[in-house]
Each structure stands twice: as structure tokens, then as C-alpha cells.
């Protein structure tokens, strides 16, 4: 079978597929786009050709449509697959396939029905992307369901998660207990990836993510969150023409400070936090209500100075305001005010400290001096380690208030400015 495919395999990619026919759970886990799945389909096709015929085969990820894509979609490629790619037949939205002439169950992990499908089910042969993504709980299942003897396989891939994690705890760690073979690969594993491409992945990853992603660490979340954080390199005393005003943040707070932080998009097709609003009740010995915050935020607004402008120009109309979306009664103020361009912040956290650490390590966001709360909080914005300690990749919650509102701004406007990164400027 290995013969009617295509592709030049590397050594790693080869190896994986021949040892991985003696192994019970069978592990690709490494960086990005370093030909895991490529690797591992191989195997699961083989696998599959000597299956018992008694056991159901499932293909598990974290929903259906990532299923789709990383895994049929590819399978079905000729291009990667040569002939076997005929014999892989998915109807879209279907929640199976045949592959060479075998059934195929399609599981979401994150569907709570999904789970029922394989609940009392016997299992043959599973194939699990991304692994570490998947609820404990349901591996374990799965687990309990593979049990056609001797031939019955697991085949799993994933990218690195925190040295905490229960696959790299109980699984890896005690590989020769379990009957778990794992192949470590890095992208030097892959034979077709080019300088450009790496050059761009590796801008798309950045801190926690490099480690993990890039090189394929199993990397506590630990010390600082922006460790890319530069004073001299993202510190900046003179701001260019705005070409739009993209987004506010505004992390609210009553007791704790209330932070906004305002992106604009200058005309050098760099962001740039450019002022920003706080009120700490506790230092000015008063809290303020929703309209009073909303009164002060407006009139921040249009005080705010537009760089680049003939005189002295104020007023900025930003095209949206993204706010804490737990803030609630702080969010009706301003749409009973009828203040234009208010939405709930996306508050995905660890997405959102992705978004901030691509755009802060790509060189693409700048901090103006004035925005003292934002920059006295980013240095020390720190992960809680405490937490990752027990598998949990979270911040530490305190001063974290303009650094969240930087966040909300950012990340909710991320499919807006990602194509601004320059890659030959981050690569250089
Ligand atoms: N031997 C090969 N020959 C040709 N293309 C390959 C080969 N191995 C991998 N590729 C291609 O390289 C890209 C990355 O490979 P693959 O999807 O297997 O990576 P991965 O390690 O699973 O990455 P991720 O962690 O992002 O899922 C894909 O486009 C794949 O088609
Ligand atoms: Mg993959």
C-alpha cells in the first residue's frame, strides 16, 4: 500500500507507519505542519485493509466540520493519497464514510450526543485528531470500548499541550505501561514545507504557542503571558496618521478599575493602542454608575487627538466598542444611550492572548506612551502557574484590566488586521 502513494515520505513519517502497525494506542504528537496526519492517515488506511470485521471503526475530533477538513478532505486528495483517494466516499454533514469499502463513524467529541454513538459500542479501530482537545472523559471511553483483542488500535495525533496535560501524564509519560507508542515530530519532518511557509507559521505562533506549536514542547504556562513585550520595540512617543479607527476594549469593572484602550489602524498599516480611559475606584475613593462610565467614556472619546491632522483635531468615532460581554446592565447603558458600534467582546481567553501575542511578536501593534495603565500591566501580566500545575492554561486574574481590554479590542477584530502582518518584515 505504502507503494501506491505519491508522496515523498520523510524517515520519521515512514518509520512512524511501519512501527505503529504493533502498537496498541499509537501517538503522532509534535509541531504544527510537521506531517502527523499525513503520517497517521497512512497507518489508519493499513489499519484498516486488517480490522476485524466484528467492531465498529470511528474517526473522533473535535466536531464533525474539523473532521471534514483535516482528515476526509485530505484523505480524498490524490494529490497526497494517489489511487486510495478514490475509495474514500463523505457526503458533507454525514456522520459517516466508507473507506475502502469499510464503514467509517464520524464522532465530534464536543457533541454530547456524538458520545452516545460509541457509548456501548465495541470498537476495532479509532482514529483521534487532535487529542488533547478531547474531554478526558471520552478518551477514557473510548478506551474502554477498544477491545477486539490483540488487533484492536488506537491512532491519535496531536500538537503539544502543558507537561501537566493527562495524555503527556498518564499516557505518554507511561507509554510502556499503557501500550503507547508516541513519535515526537518537528517540522523538519515534514520534506515539503518552504522557508516562506515557515517563516509565516512561525509568526502566527508566538510565546507559549512558539514553544508548543513551533517546536513542539510540552510547555508549562509560565512567567510572563506577553514574554514578547518589548519597551523599545513597542513603545512608541509619535503616533502616524489613523487610517480608521478600528475598535475600543473596555473591561469593566466596579470595585476592580474600569479600562478602555482604543486600536487605531495608522496610515503605515501598523495598530496602534492609542489612548486610553481608567477609572479605579479605589484610588479616586468613589465608584462611578453605568452612565457616569458611559458619559466618561464618551467624552474620552471625543477628546482623544487625532494624530497627523492639521491643528488640533479631537474627536475619534471608533467603528466599534467591544465590551466585557459579562458586563451586561454596562452594555445596556450605552445602546439605551444609542452609542453607535457596541458589541460583546469575544472572551475565548487563551484565543484572545494568541490574538494579542501575534499581533504584539509580529511587530504589528504599537502601545503610545499615554496609555500608562495598559503598559504598567503588560510586563507583569503573568500565567498562573498554580493552575497549570494541574493541566489548566489560564492567567493569573490581577492586573489584568486594561491588558483585557486590549484583548477584547484585538481579538475581536482579529480577521480584520491579520492580513496587515508583514511576514518578510517578521521573518527578517
Ligand atoms: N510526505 C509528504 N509529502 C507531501 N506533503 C506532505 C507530506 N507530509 C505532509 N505534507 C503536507 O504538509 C502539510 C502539513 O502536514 P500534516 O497535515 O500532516 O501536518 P500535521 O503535523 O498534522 O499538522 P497539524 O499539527 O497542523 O495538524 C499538509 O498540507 C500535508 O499535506
Ligand atoms: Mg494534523
Known sequence: MLRDVPLPLSPKQIASVVESQDAPIALWSGAVSSGKTIASLLAFLIRLTVAPDHGLIVIVGRTLQTIERNLL??????????????????????????????????????????EGRIRGATIALAYVDEATLLPHSFWM??????????????????????????????????????????????????????PGFVARLKAQYIGLW?????LGEWCLASGA?????????????????MRRWT??????????????????????????????????????????????????????????????????????????IFVDPSAASFMNQLWTERVPGIAPAVNDVLDGIRSVSVALGSGLLRVHRSCTGLLGELPGYAWDEKAAERGEDRPLKMDDHSADALRYALHSTAHEWRGLIDYEEVAA
Open 141 to 194: 471511553m473510548l478506551l474502554s470500548r477498544l477491545r477486539v483483542g490483540a488487533e484492536s488500535r488506537l491512532l491519535a495525533t496531536t500538537n503539544p499541550d502543558g507537561p501537566f496535560h493527562w495524555l503527556r501524564k498518564d499516557f505518554i509519560l507511561r507509554g510502556a505501561e499503557v501500550g503507547l507508542t508516541n513519535w515526537h515530530f518537528t517540522l523538519d519532518d515534514n520534506p515539503t514545507l518552504d
Open 73 to 114: 478532505d485530505p484523505l480524498q486528495s490524490s494529490h497526497l493519497f494517489g489511487p486510495l483517494a478514490r475509495h474514500v466516499h463523505h457526503t458533507t454533514g454525514s456522520t459517516t464514510a466508507v473507506i475502502l469499502g469499510r464503514t467509517v463513524h464520524l464522532v465530534g467529541a464536543s457533541d454530547a450526543r456524538a
Open 225 to 241: 503571558v506577553y514574554d514578547m513585550f518589548d519597551e523599545d520595540r513597542h513603545v512608541v512617543d509619535l503616533l502616524p496618521y
Open 210 to 214: 512558539y514553544k508548543r506549536f513551533i
Open 247 to 320: 475598535a475600543v476594549g473596555i473591561d469593566y469593572g466596579t470595585v476592580n478599575p474600569f479600562s478602555a484602550v482604543l486600536i487605531g489602524q495608522g496610515e503605515d498599516n501598523h495598530l496602534y493602542a492609542v489612548s486610553e480611559y481608567r477609572h479605579d475606584s479605589k484610588t479616586a475613593l468613589r465608584q462611578l454608575t453605568d452612565a457616569q462610565y458611559s458619559a466618561g467614556v464618551r467624552q474620552w472619546l471625543a477628546s482623544v487627538r487625532r494624530p497627523g491632522e492639521q491643528g488640533a483635531a479631537r474627536g475619534v468615532r471608533p467603528e466599534w
